[in-house]
């Protein structure tokens, strides 16, 4: 009989949460893992062919207890998990438990374990304190008297990551959203960019969006660099206000920007969603052929994207336009050659 993940840990008094860590921190059905782990469907949001998992485990009677795991698990080509790493994961687990005699160290040596990155551990840390109903980190309260106009804007190297984060994971709070939204077109490129890197790990609403659209245009219009339309982009691309959204992905495509590897980098990993309208997709593709990421940048890209099952038949339908440029169909003609390094 198989030994799924969701059973070893989902047990007596034990809570499990998990989170896909991908593209972004998102939270991730204890369901849809399980017939993710049963191979009753793919893993619904791979990056770079794997499924990217964090997952909060704690006692019910007693919060204190939890416990955090990061693991990256290997997909198959069309998305679903590989069972026999599943089974091989499970193993180590119970061997080293049972070795160690403590939980904390079960994932020890274990080659399924990752470090996420700084920005998405300290969102992962923000979304964890709320569940645990925990006070937020020590750099909360600053960032809340930075946001909120009490303190100089060029004061932002005195900012911390994780309460930029927790601020962020609290923004149905207080004045939070309000004071967020009236300061965000006025602050420095360093602290905007620090902010909307976050921001991609919530749902902004109508409201945030449009402060984003009013950021967006000013720092276009004044030719900022690369890196902070890139990550404006990121900041909208969780946005639930899809016209919005879509108009100002579009606009961006329009620009030069889209040439910039940064920018389109940005698009092809966080704005899946609105690649899935044919236009926005074929004018993406366009770019990304045309871009200073080259020929590689392109494959990787589109290796990358063709995972994704939304998107695999909406590129090979893009493959076919007989409206496409010249550059694309170069692009693609060595893509789909076998020799082409994706």
């Known amino acids: 009989m198989e030994r799924l993940l969701t059973d070893l ?55 204190q207890q939890s416990m955090i795991w990061f693991l990256k698990l290997p997909l198959d080509e069309q998305g679903y998990l590989i069972q026999a790493a599943r089974d091989d994961l499970v193993n180590r687990i119970l061997q080293n438990a049972l070795a160690a005699e403590a939980q904390d160290d079960a994932l020890k040596d274990n080659p399924f374990a990752f470090t996420p990155d700084p920005e998405k551990m300290a969102a992962f840390h923000a979304q964890a304190t709320r569940i645990l109903a925990n006070p937020a980190s020590v750099y909360y309260e600053r960032v809340e008297d930075y946001l909120s106009g009490q303190l100089p804007l060029d004061t932002w ?15 149905d709070q207080s004045s939070h959203l309000d004071h967020l939204c009236r300061i965000l077109p006025q602050l420095p490129a360093e602290p905007l960019q620090m902010l909307t890197r976050q921001l991609e790990h919530v749902e902004p609403d109508f409201q945030l969006l449009q402060a984003l659209e009013q950021c967006l245009d000013q720092q276009m219009q004044a030719h900022a660099l690369p890196e902070v339309i890139a990550a404006l982009l990121r900041g909208l691309s969780n946005a639930r206000e899809l ?5 100002l992905i579009e606009a961006v495509l329009h620009s030069d920007y889209a040439l910039e590897p940064e920018v389109i980098l940005a698009l092809g990993t966080r704005c899946t969603q609105s690649l899935q309208e044919p236009s926005t997709l074929q004018l993406f593709l366009e770019r990304l052929a045309a871009g200073k990421a080259g020929q590689l940048g392109f494959n990787r890209v589109l290796t990358d ?36 390094a994706h």
């Open 305 to 340: 994207l063709m995972f994704l099952p939304k998107l695999r038949s909406l590129i090979l339908a893009s493959f076919r336009d007989p409206q496409r440029s010249q550059v694309l169909s170069s692009a693609i003609g060595a893509f789909l050659q076998p020799t082409s």
């Open 157 to 171: 190297p005195d900012l911390g990551l994780q309460g930029i984060a927790d601020y962020l994971a609290r923004l």
């Open 243 to 247: 016209p919005l959204k879509q108009k």
């Open 9 to 63: 840990l989902q047990h007596q008094d034990n809570r499990l949460r998990f989170f896909d860590m991908g593209r972004r921190v998102s939270k991730l059905s204890t369901d849809i893992f399980r017939q993710v782990e049963q191979h009753q469907c793919p893993y619904p949001l791979p990056f770079l062919h794997q499924a990217w998992v964090g997952l909060l485990l704690w006692n019910s009677k007693d919060k």
